[in-house]
């Protein structure tokens, strides 16, 4: 999502009146480090992250969103293999975990060619190498189970 000239308190406030709630104490503090809104849709309780897009590979991201249509509300949601990049790119135990299902769920409507190319770009961008071969090793695992 891209905030616009919106604070990010007046963001929570829309979207409490819509039936969410943070998951985290202090969303300012999170928000700043981690450019993530963690919440729960309340009635439903369901999760969902919203991401903040900032300059840079967010703006890539947030342009290559399709629009989709959540209880009559168009919302941009990230292409499967952006979200692999992203994932990859956190590099947290479950976020990994998520990669694994989301290539197994999902199949041919991950683009492999494009995550590939924009986690090399995120690698030359950050001086990382650890990327490209931690994205092969979880496609390597996901064609070995059944």
Do not use: N, W, Y
Request: glycine letters at 6%.
């Amino acid at each position: 999502m891209e905030p616009g000239e919106r604070s990010t308190s007046s963001l929570v406030d829309s979207l409490r009146g819509e039936g969410f709630a943070l998951r985290v104490a202090d969303a300012d503090e999170f928000v700043e480090k981690t450019r993530v809104l963690p919440l729960v849709h309340e009635p439903t309780r369901m999760l969902c992250d919203v991401v903040l897009a900032g300059p840079g590979i967010e703006e890539l991201f947030f342009d290559r969103a399709r629009q989709r249509d959540v209880g009559g509300v168009r919302v941009p949601v990230v292409s499967a293999d952006d979200l692999v990049a992203m994932k990859i790119l956190a590099g947290r135990p479950k976020d990994l975990d998520d990669v694994q299902a989301i290539v197994r769920v999902q199949g041919s409507a991950v683009d492999l060619r494009r995550a590939r190319a924009t986690l090399g770009t995120l690698e030359r961008a950050l001086d990382r190498r650890d990327l490209l071969p931690v994205f092969e090793a979880i496609l390597e695992r996901t064609r070995r189970k059944p």
